[in-house]
T-cell receptor, first 114, second 117 residues
Framework: AQSVTQLGSHVSVSEGALVLLRCNYSSSVPPYLFWYVQYPNQGLQLLLKYTTGATLVKGINGFEAEFKKSETSFHLTKPSAHMSDAAEYFCAVSGNTGFQKLVFGTGTRLLVSP | GAGVSQSPSNKVTEKGKDVELRCDPISGHTALYWYRQRLGQGLEFLIYFQGNSAPDKSGLPSDRFSAERTGESVSTLTIQRTQQEDSAVYLC???????????????FGPGTRLTVL
């Protein structure tokens, strides 16, 4: 079984500040991990993913995340927030065998103030 | 080509009525997924299609929910005798054949917002 916990339903930052969105997962098999972003009135868009290899993964729009197996975490960061980053962010996990059903966290809404 | 499309974008229905939600996947994508996003919650997996068959229906919440896929393209999610707790955004995603091995990215549609009065 797999599950995802996202701490904080809302995170507020100032423009230019560090963005940190937290994600912890539980998986009985080696996981694949994902961050998706959902802009208002738009579908989900893949930001980045970890499957195998390097544990620090870089995605679009300057975001990156680090897979830490010992901490069962996959936190999302961006050094400097931009107004356009305001959106809802979802962390997800899947197994690496069989079909790849995604198990999502409850989401974190990122608010960016000028 | 075009992305995943879903119709209608919004659906308001009365309790007890049946509804059909449609998903058009990206051409050539063999795998198709339905998810549900209820207010304040994450996305819940409902069902997965590989081609026209559904190897995993474990996420369907009750026997009022059913889905089919024809011609390895369009899929329809049907909810019978809708209840207020069915109100949610229903999202469809598609990908190339999903098996163990390299990850096949799921591309999501914009969703259908269902409101049951």
């Amino acid at each position: 079984a797999q599950s995802v916990t996202q701490l904080g339903s809302h995170v507020s930052v100032s423009e230019g500040a560090l963005v940190l969105l937290r994600c912890n997962y539980s998986s009985s098999v080696p996981p694949y991990l994902f961050w998706y972003v959902q802009y208002p009135n738009q579908g989900l868009q893949l930001l980045l993913k970890y499957t195998t290899g390097a544990t620090l993964v870089k995605g679009i729009n300057g975001f990156e995340a680090e897979f830490k197996k010992s901490e069962t975490s996959f936190h999302l960061t961006k050094p400097s927030a931009h107004m356009s980053d305001a959106a809802e962010y979802f962390c997800a996990v899947s197994g690496n065998t069989g079909f790849q059903k995604l198990v999502f966290g409850t989401g974190t809404r990122l608010l960016v103030s000028p | 080509g075009a992305g995943v499309s879903q119709s209608p974008s919004n659906k308001v229905t009365e309790k007890g009525k049946d509804v059909e939600l449609r998903c058009d996947p990206i051409s050539g994508h063999t795998a198709l997924y339905w998810y549900r996003q209820r207010l304040g919650q994450g996305l819940e997996f409902l069902i997965y299609f590989q081609g026209n068959s559904a190897p995993d229906k474990s996420g369907l919440p009750s026997d009022r929910f059913s889905a089919e896929r024809t011609g390895e393209s369009v899929s329809t999610l049907t909810i019978q005798r809708t209840q207020q707790e069915d109100s949610a955004v229903y999202l469809c995603a598609s990908s190339y054949l999903s098996t163990g091995g390299p990850y096949n990215e799921q591309f999501f549609g914009p969703g259908t917002r269902l409101t049951v009065l």
